[in-house]
């Protein structure tokens, strides 16, 4: 009878266990999710016109000579 006692409250405590890391997986999968890694740090400045511009509005190179 105290075998099954102990089993069980080995089983529970497993349980407990992998539903706290998933928990806490889920946590940090959402930390993760709202950190957005290609901002650049706040301290670094960029010249005007050398900022991050999307791919339509990027300055095209190419001048057209008469």
Known sequence: METL????AVALLIAFG???IH???AQHDARIAAHHFSDPFPAVF???GHGH???AEQPSDHRVTP
Do not use: F, Q
């Open 5 to 8: 006692i102990v089993i069980a």
């Open 53 to 55: 511009h999307p791919p």
């Open 18 to 20: 992998m539903r706290l």
């Open 46 to 48: 960029r010249p005007p």
């Open 23 to 25: 928990r806490l997986n």
